[in-house]
């Protein structure tokens, strides 16, 4: 599976959109992109997936260009809650389902 | 809206004692996961679990780790002989899976401290 890079930790105040790019230059063709957010203490949880273009949920929008080389999880208007760390992941079912997590890029939102 | 619970939330043994982790799937999911992150470190895979068997497992699943669904709900997690270095927090999750697309739910997770 293809490795995943993304920046170690982020910064941002309540109220701002905090846009965290992923990058993923060797992904396959049957890969999809998978982000999960994890609080400490607790398990991690899916956030949204997507294969090219955009996905938007009712937490969260994925961008992903038409190269798939990258991908950018976008939120929207993020509270002190959203502070966590959140894991960019590439998978394939053909390779197993086996979650492979890096160290993700820790989110901080101050008031 | 359905969940992955796990029992206990906190676990301290000693040393060369067997402990075993209990976790309830979500009911109509089919594949299990067993997942550790050490304190400070990023998660990682333990085993997966589908159909009775064990259908992937990671380097650090050895010969002490076995992994059993007793019953149509338990799925447990049985160290034979902790060491120190087994302590972590250990997350089940359960899954079911459409084509591409496999959301894993994860429990709250067990603290294993071993002494």
């Known amino acids: 599976l293809a490795k995943t890079t993304q920046p170690i930790s982020m910064d941002s105040y309540e109220g701002q959109e905090v846009n965290i790019t992923c990058s993923h230059n060797?992904?396959?063709?049957?890969?999809?992109i998978t982000w999960y957010q994890q609080f400490p203490s607790q398990g991690p949880r899916f956030i949204i997936q997507?294969?090219?273009t955009k996905v938007t949920n009712e937490v969260a929008s994925l961008f992903i260009p038409a190269d798939r080389k990258s991908s950018t999880l976008s939120l929207p208007r993020v509270s002190l809650s959203d502070t966590a760390v959140y894991y960019c992941?590439?998978?394939?079912?053909?390779?197993?389902?086996?979650?492979?997590f890096g160290k993700g890029t820790s989110l901080l939102v101050t008031p | 809206e359905p969940e992955v619970t796990q029992t206990p939330s906190h676990q301290v043994t000693q040393m060369g004692q067997e402990v075993i982790l209990r976790c309830v799937p979500i009911s109509n999911h089919l594949y299990f996961y067993w997942y550790r992150q050490i304190l400070g470190q990023k998660v990682e895979f333990l085993v997966s679990?589908?159909?009775?068997?064990?259908?992937?497992k990671s380097e650090i699943f050895d010969d002490q780790f076995s992994v059993e669904r007793p019953d149509g709900s338990n799925f447990t997690l049985k160290i034979r002989s902790t060491k120190l270095e087994d302590s972590a927090m250990y997350f089940c999750?359960?899954?079911?899976?459409?084509?591409?697309?496999?959301?894993?739910?994860f429990g709250p997770g067990t603290r294993l401290t071993v002494l």
């Open positions: 679990f589908y159909n009775n068997e064990i259908s992937e």
């Open positions: 999750a359960s899954s079911e899976i459409r084509d591409n697309y496999n959301e894993q739910f």
């Open positions: 997507g294969y090219k």
């Open positions: 992941l590439v998978v394939n079912s053909n390779s197993g389902y086996a979650l492979n």
């Open positions: 060797n992904i396959a063709t049957n890969d999809y």
